[in-house]
């Protein structure tokens, strides 16, 4: 064998010193390459990190996306739900009291001449409650030791303070006589399903104390003065402890303007005693 010409030297010697000398060329350029290789494959690493660092953070972020729309599709949902349970809820309350408005209708005051209705409450209310009829009752029992004279609108507005105890017992009287002749029965199906309908509403465990009021009020404002007056004339008594406790959890009656009944100023302790809150107007108001 030959290189360039020259024969191939006999001496081991010189084949090491040659293995030394390829050695020593070639060991560095491979260490420089393979240093080469790992800053490369460093390199490479870091690009994978941060290429896997951004899939996460859009990840993360298509997560938070996600818990958005789902928070607020379960928002909307609700909201949905609400809007339903509020339009059936008016469906029935409107026609729970067109229920009771139906049943008012149906009071009729027989023995008077056949009124029906609110015409048929206002004739009870005038020939059993008035105060005309207090008085005469007050009279008949023996309860006034004297017999007013004059306007009876009058009498009551001068009667003197030590009388209105006598006056409010006459008052209960006339009450008790009044359900005695069989208008209690007439009364019980409206007064029923007015409690029935205050309970419903109370029973909403999905509404808030304003928005409860807000039916109460919606109650409170479809109701005549002589039908709350006849509420009043119920919760006076122990027929009724449900309607009782029912408007005073309601407050109905609170906004009635009592004044109409010239009564109304003597027997106030009567509807402080039923009403936990009774109605704002005090005596000294009321009285015309």
């Known amino acids: 064998w030959f290189f360039r010409g020259l024969p191939v030297a006999p001496e081991s010697d010189a084949w090491g010193q040659l293995g030394d000398f390829f050695g020593g060329v070639l ?24 290429l896997s660092r951004q899939v996460a953070e859009l990840s993360r972020e298509e997560l938070e996306l996600t818990r958005e729309e789902l928070k607020n599709s379960a928002e909307a949902l609700a ?3 609400d809007a339903i349970h509020d339009q059936r809820f008016e469906q029935t309350f409107f026609s729970w009291f067109e229920s009771y408005r139906s049943l008012v209708e149906d009071i009729h ?26 008085l005469f009752k007050a009279r008949e029992i023996g309860l006034l030791g004297y017999v007013p004279e004059g306007d009876w609108i009058q009498q009551i507005r001068k009667m003197p303070s030590e009388d ?9 009287e006339a009450r008790e006589d009044f359900f005695r002749l069989g208008y209690r029965e007439q009364l ?10 205050l309970d419903w509403i109370c029973s909403q465990d999905r509404f808030t104390s304003d928005k409860k009021q807000l039916y109460f009020g919606l109650v409170a404002s479809h109701l005549s003065w ?11 008594g122990d027929e009724w402890p449900g309607l009782r406790r029912l408007v005073n959890e309601s407050g ?33 108001v009321v009285m015309p």
């Open 226 to 236: 002589i039908e709350g007056y006849f509420v009043f004339l119920a919760c006076v």
């Open 109 to 134: 005051d027989v023995p008077r001449g056949g009124s029906r209705g609110r015409d048929a409450l206002n004739a009870m209310h005038g020939n059993y409650m008035s105060g005309y009829a207090v």
């Open 188 to 197: 019980r199906a409206p007064f029923a399903t007015l409690a029935a309908l």
């Open 79 to 81: 909201a949905q739900n």
């Open 252 to 284: 109905i009656l609170r906004k009635f303007d009592w004044r109409a009944d010239p009564c109304m100023p003597i027997v106030w302790p009567l509807l402080e005693s039923v009403f936990v809150r009774p109605p704002k107007w005090d005596a000294a």
């Open 164 to 172: 209105h105890e006598a006056f409010r017992n006459a008052y209960m």
């Open 27 to 50: 060991n560095p350029a491979f260490s420089f390459l393979a240093l080469l290789a790992l800053l490369m494959t460093l390199y490479v690493q870091s690009r994978e990190l941060k």
